[in-house]
């Protein structure tokens, strides 16, 4: 599935001040470029907001999937940039997603606490991550998996 377009008259703007933007980021638009040179949510913030940067690439502070929608946040200085950058490293920020799932859930709302991964069966979704998933990448071919195969599984 291809990647939409995202001009400037698209991007919703939360919140923004002489550090920071908080984009709205639509269902089906890339955070980042792509090789396929596929405008990108970054691309086009960098060309609507004024920041320090030279570079789209250097104002990203996270990113979320492709299909996923939700609030995303660029950096306008190197300053923020450094510091945003520690506070997601540190796990100072908290992400909470809503989902769709496959089968039956007997609770209307609870926590999922388990580790995910690419589905390299059906990409571009998510699945549980086990040993065995672990294990399996492995033997795929980096084009499938995605950039970077697994060196070994994770204990």
Known sequence: RQAKVVSKEDIVIVSEDEYLVVV???SGVL????EQGIPSLAQTVFETAKSNFSSY?????HRLGTETSGLIVFAKTMEALRGMNS???TRQVTRQYEVLVCGHVKEQRGT???????DYIHPPYMRISTDEHQ???LDLNPN?????LLEAPKP
């Open 24 to 26: 709205d980021k639509p």
């Open 31 to 34: 955070s980042v470029a792509s």
């Open 57 to 61: 690439d250097r104002m990203v502070v």
């Open 87 to 89: 506070l997601f490293r």
């Open 112 to 118: 999922i606490d388990m580790p995910l991964m690419r």
């Open 135 to 137: 294990k399996a990448l």
């Open 144 to 148: 499938i998996v995605g950039k970077k």
